[in-house]
């Protein structure tokens, strides 16, 4: 377990976000996020509903922290831990958009999307100094 553990790690290191490709895709966000969110990272793509949230630098950012998270945990272990966090929440009693909000992933980005050097100066794994949830409930 622990020469696996060893193995990810070091596989993740060599993984970086590849140049940015953005779809605009409105069906794509209805489908997979039931019109939740407005933008989504899928590695190793960013969807958009709307054209002109590519001039949106924060939201572009913003995904590009996820794309980055997902490429430290070699893709899709990111989703499982994502879904996993936000069941733990939605089972504790937070309403949806309070579990989303809670989800670590979530927090590193919404905290530094409107840094646009933030990628360039952010520690691997960041995100897990974020894991300790202040109450949002």
């Given at each position: 377990?622990?020469?696996?553990?060893?193995i990810?790690?070091?596989?993740?290191?060599?993984?970086?976000?590849?140049?940015?490709?953005?779809?605009?895709?409105?069906f794509?966000?209805?489908?997979?996020t039931?019109?939740?969110?407005?933008?989504?990272?899928?590695?190793?793509?960013?969807?958009?509903?709307?054209?002109?949230?590519?001039?949106?630098?924060?939201?572009?950012?913003?995904?590009?922290?996820?794309?980055?998270?997902?490429?430290?945990?070699l893709?899709?272990?990111?989703?499982?831990?994502?879904?996993?966090?936000y069941?733990?929440?939605?089972?504790?009693?937070?309403?949806?958009?309070?579990?989303?909000?809670?989800?670590?992933?979530?927090?590193?980005?919404?905290?530094?999307?409107?840094?646009?050097?933030?990628?360039?100066?952010?520690?691997?794994?960041?995100?897990?100094?974020?894991l300790?949830?202040?109450?949002?409930?």
């Amino acid at each position: 377990m622990v020469g696996s553990l060893k193995i990810f790690l070091a596989l993740s290191v060599f993984i970086n976000v590849p140049k940015v490709m953005i779809w605009v895709c409105p069906f794509f966000l209805r489908i997979f996020t039931n019109n939740f969110a407005t933008a989504i990272s899928i590695w190793p793509f960013i969807f958009l509903k709307h054209k002109y949230q590519k001039n949106d630098a924060i939201l572009i950012n913003h995904e590009k922290i996820h794309l980055q998270q997902q490429a430290e945990l070699l893709i899709l272990p990111f989703y499982i831990w994502y879904l996993l966090e936000y069941l733990f929440y939605r089972l504790k009693g937070y309403k949806k958009h309070a579990a989303y909000h809670s989800i670590s992933f979530e927090r590193e980005a919404y905290e530094h999307d409107s840094d646009l050097s933030y990628l360039n100066s952010r520690k691997k794994y960041a995100f897990i100094g974020f894991l300790v949830n202040r109450n949002v409930n």
